[in-house]
């Protein structure tokens, strides 16, 4: 692996911004190898360097996985020469090399972006073969009853004469238009607001909340990012709790 700065491989690991790394540098907090470092951009080997942090060794993961709030207008891309992307999003202090959006959002659909550096990973809750469930909030142009609900249950069938999975789906608001609960398990082009149209209906705002049985962390605010911990990593690939 190659050499990075202190300040960047710290803060990375996602509890410290670079700033208090430079801080904890001044203050001799930080030690490479059992000596002090003087210069918060001294570089070092994650893989071979040991790193101590006010007397606690840094344990440096590989991969990094971090939640994302994305907001209207975003790209769901890891570049892109002329619209922002989700990856423009991501802190300083918490950005690495071949960060990518594990599955896309619409530019005009908010919410829960996974985002990571674990091909694996991302190959696996994205595989056909998985179906990882994903939960959105659909805002509706007309009025919807049970049998709306029933024709998602049922797999809809597109304009186009393609047949989905079965999904879930809730109305939470009723009224001229209400709030609906989709819990959807593939990801075609567009696909909710294909299923609503094949249904007589309109997606007017869409936001998705939870993938798998993760929730977003709704005291991020539109475009927030943070780490994901192990254990919330582990409910990325369970069932949904409704």
Do not use: W
């Not at 210069?39 to 007397?55: C, F, L, M, N």
């Not at 423009?88 to 550096?117: M, Q, S, Y």
């Not at 709306?148 to 999975?165: H, I, K, P, Q």
């Not at 294909?194 to 209906?201: D, E, K, V, Y």
């Amino acid at each position: 692996m190659p050499l990075e700065r202190i300040d960047k491989l710290i803060a990375s690991q996602g509890a410290l911004s670079r700033s208090d790394v430079r801080r904890l540098v001044r203050s001799g907090a930080i030690m490479l190898n059992g000596a002090s470092v003087r210069d918060a951009g001294q570089k070092a080997d994650p893989e071979a360097d040991r790193i101590t942090v006010s007397g606690q060794p840094l344990l440096i993961s590989k991969y990094l996985y971090l939640m994302l709030d994305k907001p209207e207008g975003i790209v769901s891309a890891s570049r892109d020469p002329k619209q922002k992307t989700v990856i423009d999003l991501v802190p300083a202090e918490l950005r690495r090399g071949g960060l990518f959006p594990a599955g896309r959002l619409d530019k005009d659909t908010t919410g829960f972006v996974l985002i990571t550096n674990d091909g694996d990973f991302a190959h696996r809750i994205l595989s056909p073969k998985k179906h990882i469930p994903k939960t959105y909030l659909a805002r509706l142009a007309r009025p919807a009853d049970e049998t709306l609900a029933e024709a998602f249950r049922s797999g809809v069938v597109l304009t186009d004469g393609t047949r989905c999975m079965e999904a879930g789906l809730r109305i939470l608001e009723g009224g001229e238009t209400p709030l609906a609960e989709v819990v959807l398990r593939e990801g075609k082009y567009h696909q909710i607001k294909r299923m609503f149209a094949a249904c007589g209906n309109e997606v007017t705002a869409l936001r998705r909340i939870k993938m798998g049985n993760l929730p977003l962390d709704e005291t991020l605010g539109p475009g927030g990012c943070r780490q994901i911990t192990a254990q919330e990593l582990e409910r990325i690939t369970q069932e949904p709790t409704l």
